[in-house]
Each structure stands twice: as C-alpha cells, then as structure tokens.
T-cell receptor, first 114, second 111 residues
Framework: SQQGEEDPQALSIQEGENATMNCSYK?????LQWYRQNSGRGLVHLIL?????REKHSGRLRVTLDTSKKSSSLLITASRAADTASYFC??????????????FGSGTQLTVLP | NAGVTQTPKFQVLKTGQSMTLQCAQD?????MYWYRQDPGMGLRLIYY???????DKGEVPNGYNVSRLNKREFSLRLESAAPSQTSVYFC??????????FGQGTRLTVV
C-alpha cells in the first residue's frame, strides 16, 4: 500500500480563494515533499519540509508538518487558474539503504475556476 | 539541459510482446526510479537504483526487470506484456539533493 494519502481527492475553488490539501503517511520519514503534475506531464517539485521543521513557506505556498500525527498540509493562497493541476505528497523513508525509497500518495486534483 | 529523458513517449503492444523503456539523465544523479501511474492510484514505485550496478524492488515489481547500465541510464523491461501493465510510466532521478526530477512519461497500452 502507498505511504502517503492525500485528502481531499478532488477540490474545486474559485480564483482568488485559498486551497488546502492534506497528506497522511504511515512510517517515520526524513522529509516530506510536495509535487505538482499538470495534465499529461511529469511531476515537478514544489517544496520540501524536513522532519525537524514544522512550517515552511515558498511564495504562495505554505507547508506544515506534524510528525506526531504523521500528517502534512499544503496551502496555496490566492489561487489562480494556472494552479489547476494534481498535487502529490511524497515521503522519503528513513532506513532503506543508500537509495531511499521515494513514495507518493494518490494525489489531490485541484481545479481553480476563473 | 535535457534533465530526464524517456523514450518512447507512446507505445502500443500486443499481449505477450516484450519491450524496453529507456531513461537517461544528464544531472549526474546517483539514484534513479521507475514508477507507474494509473487513474486514481497515484504513482507506485516499481524499481529503484542507488548507483550503477545496484537495483532494488519497489511496491509493484512483478512483471518487470530493470538494468542500471551506467550512471546515466536506467531501463525498464517488460518481458511478456499483459493488459494489466497498461499505464503511464515515469522515470525519475535524484541525489545528492532530495528533490526528484521526472521525465515526461511513456504512455503504454497493452492490447
């Protein structure tokens, strides 16, 4: 089964609103990353938060991490139509040899309506 | 600055045929990964490789083999394709930084 699970599976909002996506994971991690995927394209890295951090910002993105609850959230503020995409969380497992497994959740499909 | 290049972009196979998906990266990354993406399932890890000559199984390795030919190239082989292997396949590379870089994907249909 997958390490991370996003919630909600789909989210539809109006342009200018904020979008919040959540991710839960199962085992201890080194870091948690968020990626974006436009339709039919490869994934693109957005932001990383390390296991000893609680919050991180990058532009309109805000990520939080709660290791006690094994959960993270991604907030996109002042959303734009161009933010329409699928968003995935990814976790890197702590102990799996020299090549750490990078596993992804099932994603949240965000639609921003103009 | 090509990044991660996958070939082919599209492929249709008949059940039982074999094929190799190619992946090459020019960023001098150590680790490389193969994922498959099915609707509603997100990305599932098939195989990964820490360095040239080493490979490890991921979540869904059955029906696949891989080769890490050198630091740049990581290929995925389907020996006898099945309809259940119809999917979009992504190659990724990373390290030393945690951020992974993805190819554009190979859309495979097995009929």
């Amino acid at each position: 089964s997958q390490q991370g699970e996003e919630d909600p599976q789909a989210l539809s909002i109006q342009e200018g609103e904020n979008a919040t996506m959540n991710c839960s994971y199962k085992t201890s991690i080194n870091n948690l990353q968020w990626y974006r995927q436009n339709s039919g394209r490869g994934l693109v890295h957005l932001i990383l938060i390390r296991s000893n951090e609680r919050e991180k910002h990058s532009g309109r993105l805000r990520v939080t991490l709660d290791t006690s609850k094994k959960s993270s959230s991604l907030l996109i503020t002042a959303s734009r139509a161009a933010d329409t995409a699928s968003y995935f969380c990814a976790t890197e497992l702590l102990s799996s040899g020299s090549a750490r497994q990078l596993t992804f959740g099932s994603g949240t499909q965000l639609t921003v309506l103009p | 600055n090509a990044g991660v290049t996958q070939t082919p972009k599209f492929q249709v196979l008949k059940t039982g045929q074999s094929m190799t998906l190619q992946c090459a990266q020019d960023m001098n990354h150590n680790s490389m990964y193969w994922y498959r993406q099915d609707p509603g399932m997100g990305l599932r890890l098939i195989y990964y490789s820490a360095s040239e000559g080493t490979t490890d199984k991921g979540e869904v390795p059955n029906g696949y083999n891989v080769s890490r030919l050198n630091k740049r190239e990581f290929s995925l082989r389907l020996e006898s394709a099945a309809p259940s292997q119809t999917s979009v396949y992504f190659c990724a590379s990373k390290q030393p930084t945690p951020e992974a870089f993805f190819g554009q994907g190979t859309r495979l249909t097995v009929v």
